[in-house]
């Protein structure tokens, strides 16, 4: 069985990979490379911890 759109549970780990991805880029541009993956690993878990949030609250 399908869930409907409306029930259907959203998925974070994008976000958390997005965001390693970005911030390590990013800080291989500004010479900080372990400084951008854990602020882009920071960043992409606050984001999916609300997604979660948000969607439990449904």
Known sequence: ???????????????????????????????QASAGFLLGLAAGAGLALFLWWRDRRR
């Open 1 to 31: 069985m399908t869930k409907d759109r409306s029930t259907a549970a959203k998925a974070g780990g994008f976000l958390i990979a997005t965001g390693v991805l970005l911030g390590a880029v990013g800080g291989v541009i500004v010479g």
